[in-house]
């Protein structure tokens, strides 16, 4: 298996541009998770999907962040408009999950986002 | 206050030394308990993975949990170059959907 697959590797954009990232997720698992890397909040969790259904979306940071999950192998978070706050990386994760139990997330390479 | 704490370091050693990594946390509910690993423009993976309190070991690491004092550690024995890494504590409440709370991460550097 490829593992999480992310794209793009980098992305520099201008102040007030759109910006989309997106995911493959590992075939066959059912639950996908957006992530944030800085240095100053660490692994921030934006959002969690399961079987394609957002189950909690407390850690997007405001109205600009949106995600969506159109079916197993696929997923977007778009930011829009852009800002340089946004500056990060942006993890895709993916796991197996079954209730009662906790299965391990295994994580994309990341998209270098930077908002200039 | 965060609800994972970990120093970020960072921690230099010379090949060969054992290594002490540590994590505190706030809530006595959870009960899972990770060691992620990261190389530099990678994402997470996966170390060690714990349930409640005791040691778990796998070759040269070993997990600690205390859930008395709130303490998470990770030993790395013999450390090795291919060990620098950053670190990242995580843990998690039982349950179904399990959402990981992160630690800072502590960035280490095995040199020969």
């Known amino acids: 298996d490829a593992g999480v697959i992310q794209s793009p590797r980098h992305e520099v954009t201008e102040m007030g541009q759109e910006v989309t990232l997106r995911c493959k997720p590992i075939?066959?698992?059912?639950?996908l998770f957006w992530y944030r890397q800085t240095m100053m909040r660490g692994l921030e969790l934006l959002i969690y999907?399961?079987?394609?259904?957002?189950?909690?979306d407390s850690g997007m940071p405001e109205d600009r962040f949106s995600a969506k999950m159109p079916n197993a192998s696929f997923s977007t978070l778009k930011i829009q408009p852009s800002e340089p706050r946004d500056s990060a990386v942006y993890f895709c994760?993916?796991?197996?999950?079954?209730?009662?139990?906790?299965?391990?997330?295994?994580f994309g390479s990341g998209t270098q986002l930077s908002v200039l | 206050q965060k609800e994972v704490e970990q120093d970020p370091g960072p921690l230099s050693v010379p090949e060969g030394a054992i290594v002490s990594l540590n994590c505190t946390y706030s809530?006595?509910?959870?009960?899972?308990f990770m060691w992620y690993r990261q190389y530099s423009r990678k994402g997470p993976e996966l170390l060690m993975y714990?349930?409640?309190?005791g040691n778990k070991e796998d070759g040269r690491f070993t997990a600690q949990v205390d859930k008395s004092s709130k303490y998470i550690s990770l030993f790395i024995r013999d450390s090795q170059p291919s060990d620098s890494a950053t670190y990242l504590c995580?843990?998690?409440?039982?349950?179904?959907?399990?959402?990981?709370?992160f630690g800072a991460g502590t960035r280490l550097a095995v040199h020969p």
């Open positions: 809530n006595s509910a959870f009960q899972y």
């Open positions: 994760a993916s796991s197996l999950n079954r209730v009662g139990s906790n299965e391990k997330l295994f």
């Open positions: 995580a843990t998690s409440f039982s349950g179904g959907y399990n959402k990981l709370i």
């Open positions: 714990t349930y409640s309190s």
């Open positions: 999907f399961n079987n394609n259904v957002p189950i909690d």
């Open positions: 075939s066959g698992h059912n639950s």
